[in-house]
């Protein structure tokens, strides 16, 4: 009787494994066709990307990068949520599943303000823009479909947008570090003075990433991150010192798009490690819960995850800032 309950246990899984696949590979078929028609509108542009110009890069290890912290300050900015399914990003087959939570909480869309005294005022990511406070936004009709089948809809306030929040302060960024190109991170640089840099992993902009992200990249100065430039750090492969005197890192964390970048502020007040979408949940983070294999490379996706959990376990004085979730207090 075990071995008949056994067997009928797995023949239900290897189904549920079947019925998953074919809906991803629809889902991405239905996707691959609408970025076929929005690029053939668009004539198939290219974007005009320059390498982004990097200081000196010098070998070091965290140990030196930690016992000389700079002068610098992180903070959030909230500029929107997002309502809808969080397993959309995770893993449904992972043992860890259940230490999510409350599934259809709302996620948070951030970008984070990077103050340096001699530099000036950085931006990662840029959030939702000021369109959607009023408009229903800025998104293409392609992700709009991939989002209502998803069943997620991002809401913003008025004066929520990095634009409206900076300008209150009366700061201007130098440059935008994104951790990728999908929409909810590139939509609010269209509220943004067009002359501000973006910056992003050399390759991200593939064919279906430019038919996600539509023009939010439009009309500015757009430089790419070389990270063959760079040195091993581990438990990465490569970082980056971005201004040279080991204030910003970017590390490269591929898997949830093509060229993820997740970054490190060596803070006065202590390094801050922002995951970007290489880790969505504190949950995720904790527990370790893979991303979904809907992902551009899950098995990339659980390596970067892998990497920043290890960095975190040994340097537990990081505080870690995750893609979709509000920073916990230390």
């Known amino acids: 009787m075990d071995s008949d309950e056994g067997a009928t246990g797995a023949i239900a899984r290897r189904t549920e494994r079947r019925r998953r696949l074919l809906g991803y590979a629809a889902l991405g078929a239905t996707l691959v066709l609408g970025a076929v028609l929005i690029l053939v509108a668009a004539g198939f542009r290219s ?57 259809h909480a709302p996620s948070t869309v951030s970008a984070y303000w990077v103050h340096h005294p001699t530099e000036g005022d950085y931006l990662i990511d840029a959030g939702l823009a000021r369109a959607f406070a009023r408009e229903g936004g800025n998104y293409t009709g392609l992700l709009r479909l991939m989002l209502a089948l998803f069943g997620a809809e991002s809401r913003s306030t008025d004066g929520a947008d990095v634009t409206s929040q900076l300008r209150s302060r009366g700061i201007s960024p130098r440059a935008v570090f994104l951790t990728h190109l999908h929409g909810d991170h590139t939509s609010g640089l269209v509220d943004l003075p067009a002359l501000v840099p973006a910056v992003f992993g050399r390759g991200e902009d593939t064919f279906m990433q430019k038919a996600m992200f539509g023009d939010h990249l439009d009309g500015r100065p757009l430089y790419a991150l070389d990270f063959d430039k ?48 290489a880790c969505a949940y504190h949950a995720q983070f904790e527990h370790r819960i893979r991303p979904t294999p809907g992902v551009d490379d899950q098995e990339a996706a659980i390596r970067s995850l892998a990497g920043l959990r290890e960095l975190y376990d040994r340097f537990p004085q990081l505080q870690v800032i995750v893609g979709h979730e509000p920073p916990r207090r230390r």
């Not at 300050?73 to 959309?88: K, N, Y």
Request: no cysteine; net charge negative.
């Open 230 to 277: 760079g040195h091993a750090l581990p438990p990465f492969k490569r970082v980056l010192d971005l201004l040279g005197d080991g204030s910003i890192w970017a590390i490269s964390t591929p898997g949830h798009s093509p060229n993820h970048v997740s970054y490190l502020v060596n803070a006065q007040s202590g390094p801050v490690l922002i995951t970007g979408d």
């Open 47 to 103: 974007l005009d990307v320059t390498a982004y110009p990097l200081p000196e890069q010098r070998p070091t290890t965290w140990e030196e990068i930690f016992a000389r912290p700079r002068p610098v300050t992180v903070e959030v900015l909230l500029t929107g949520t997002v309502d809808g399914d969080r397993l959309v990003v995770l893993d449904k087959g992972d043992p860890n599943i259940e230490e999510l939570g409350d599934r």
